[in-house]
């Protein structure tokens, strides 16, 4: 695979990368950066988004929530960022110091403008003047990606970022085919964006449409209670297995594996009350995936809801480092009722679709 560098006028740098085999699916909300002009200050330092600079008429051409799920294979130091519609993976590496670099995919249902003018769009973003069809033409050389082939930028320059200039990297990757355009983009400290090209570049190449999820195993023909007082019902998919014993804090336990060995757990509890309410509950499950907490805005764009009979369930996910964890929470009479699905990214997302099927069979008894 090989690379194209634009730095800095006409400039042109060429690189020869192998490409890696495929790998593993690694799985991983509204974007506060997304549509930012470019230079828009974001947190850690880093500046910028994806698709800064974009028209609304662009805008709108641009990749929705109805984007099909991707996997790939990050390195171990990366750290996961929540996902938007305008992002379908997002990354955050920290260097030293205050050294950050922001690392993104993202798709277009078209490319506005093409190539060239995504490129020089890059360009403007660090101050750099463009380039016309013959320069990049001339110096560039295919890349191979899961999607095609495509052409990789190297751009350094200066941004401003509402305190001065600040000196940024871009190294981007754009693929197009047919409709569609496949944008990957790393922009932040230029040591540590350097340092990174080599992880980004075979990144890139382990970028893939995830495997298609297995169908929804049917749910068991009896719904077995959930305890003795038979509070709650619902229908166990096949493969998971309700333990005998809840434990104090728990009303009922259930388990589940997968074929490499990971198991999860489904908790069910109730307390009285809210217990704190929406936001401090989900910053507390935040906080054991090992990610930021969120604000009262930021708590609207991550719930959804679902409907569970006469009930409606709020809805949240999380993927951490090293755990993920999908909940759905409802008031029934004086308790707040909680379905906790915990385990590593791989077995939640294979199990996310028999996990919504769980909710929409619960039943309380006596109903509201």
Avoid at 44 to 60: C, F, I, Y
Avoid at 285 to 312: F, H, I, S, Y
Wanted: proline share 11%; charged share 20%; glycine share 10%.
């Amino acid at each position: 695979m090989t690379t194209v560098s634009c730095k800095r006028d006409r400039e042109i740098k060429v690189y020869a990368v192998a490409k890696p085999p495929p790998a593993a699916p690694h799985a991983s909300a509204a974007d506060p950066h997304a549509g930012l002009p470019p230079g828009t200050p974001m947190p850690g330092g880093v500046t910028g988004d994806p698709h800064a600079g974009l028209s609304p008429e662009q805008m709108a051409a641009a990749g929705s929530n109805n984007a099909p799920p991707f996997a790939d294979s990050a390195p171990p130091h990366w750290r996961k960022q929540p996902l938007s519609p305008m992002r379908l993976a997002s990354y955050l590496v920290a260097g030293e110091g205050a050294a950050k670099t922001d690392i993104s995919f993202s798709i277009l249902h078209r490319a506005p403008g093409g190539v060239l003018a995504n490129v020089n769009r890059w360009r403007d973003q660090l101050g750099q003047p463009p380039v016309d069809e013959d320069a990049l033409k001339a110096g560039s050389q295919p890349v191979r990606t899961s999607f095609g082939e495509g052409i990789a930028v190297e751009i350094e320059g200066s941004a401003s970022n509402g305190e001065g200039a600040a000196n940024e990297r871009i190294i981007g990757v754009i693929a197009e085919k047919d409709n569609e355009a496949w944008f990957f983009k790393m922009r932040g400290n230029p040591a540590l964006t350097a340092a990174e090209k080599d992880n980004f570049l075979k990144w890139v190449g382990t970028v893939k449409p995830a495997d298609p999820a297995p169908p929804s195993a049917a749910p068991s023909p009896v719904p077995p209670p959930a305890a003795a007082d038979g509070r709650v019902t619902w229908q166990l998919p096949q493969g998971w297995s309700q333990a005998a014993a809840a434990g104090a804090m728990r009303y009922a336990t259930i388990g589940m594996s997968a074929a490499d060995g990971a198991t999860g757990e489904l908790v069910v509890s109730h307390f009285p009350g809210d217990v704190g309410g929406d936001l401090e509950n989900v910053n507390r499950w935040r906080q054991q995936a090992g990610v930021d907490p969120v604000d009262e805005a930021g708590l609207a764009a991550l719930v959804t809801q679902l409907t569970a009979g006469p009930e409606t369930l709020s809805l949240i996910d999380i993927t951490g480092p090293k755990v993920r964890l999908t909940a759905g929470w409802t008031r029934h009479g004086p308790d707040t009722w909680f379905f906790k699905l915990t385990g590593p990214d791989s077995l939640v997302a294979a199990e996310k679709a028999r996990f919504t099927a769980f909710l929409e069979s619960v039943r309380f008894t006596p109903p509201e």
